[in-house]
């Protein structure tokens, strides 16, 4: 009974201070004498025990910062490349040198392993060749994409075989991981990467999506030719 009795004032005890939480400004002394159990190692006084607590939650809060101020400049520097990726697009005088100047980019500014083009329709100046290939839009080998081709998003991580086989051909097993832009009645841009990490489902694509509708808006310009 007496056991009883004593867990029930320790319950009421701790449900009054929940209620009363500067109780222990008025009692500063009972504040440095009060021990509380930690996780790993001996024990501590509650003083001490607020003070690391503050310190760990102070530490993630530097570590979150410091995230959040790389996660910026990482940012900043895809918006001058992708900003400068659209002026050099616009100042193409052909098609041809559009699509050339976007394979540029992809593989210098952007750093891809591979770059690979498809276009749904030739153009005049540019042959197949390993990075470029013209397949109609009809053709059955362009099955697999159907799905992104209507949904007009970027897809990025591993590919599956098929859509990897038809990309990379020779090269395919230099990519581990693939940034694909599908551009609706225009065709294909992947960037392909021998960092399985690099290219990742659930990553950002705002910076990829823009160079996509880039190179097809600087297409348009030449059809109306």
């Not at 952007?110 to 498809?118: I, K």
């Not at 390993?130 to 059955?140: F, R």
């Amino acid at each position: 009974m007496n056991e009883t009795q004593e867990k029930l004032g320790a319950h009421e005890v701790a449900a009054w201070l929940r209620r009363h939480p500067r109780f222990l400004q008025q009692f500063p002394d009972l504040a440095l004498t009060l021990v509380v159990p930690r996780e790993e190692g001996s024990a501590s006084s509650l003083a001490s025990y607020q003070l690391e607590v503050l310190r760990d939650k102070n530490r993630e809060l530097s570590r979150r910062l410091q995230e959040l101020f790389g996660n910026a400049q990482d940012n900043e520097r895809l918006s001058v490349r992708t900003h400068q990726l659209t002026l050099g697009l616009m100042r193409q005088a052909s098609a041809a040198d559009t699509v050339r100047a976007m394979a540029a980019s992809l593989a210098e500014d952007f750093n891809g392993d591979l770059v690979r083009l498809v276009l749904f329709r030739p153009v005049a100046g540019l042959e197949d060749s390993e990075w470029l290939q013209v397949i109609d839009q009809a053709d059955a080998r362009l099955q697999p994409f159907r799905d992104c081709l209507r949904d007009g998003e970027p897809l990025c991580g591993r590919l599956q075989p098929e859509k990897h086989a038809l990309l990379y051909a020779a090269r395919a097993s230099d990519v581990q991981s693939t940034a694909l832009l599908p551009l609706p009645g225009v065709g294909l841009v992947a960037v392909g990467s021998r960092d399985a990490n690099r290219f990742f489902p659930g990553m950002g694509t705002a910076f990829l999506r823009m160079m996509g509708e880039s190179l097809a808006t600087a297409l348009q310009r030449f059809e109306r030719d």
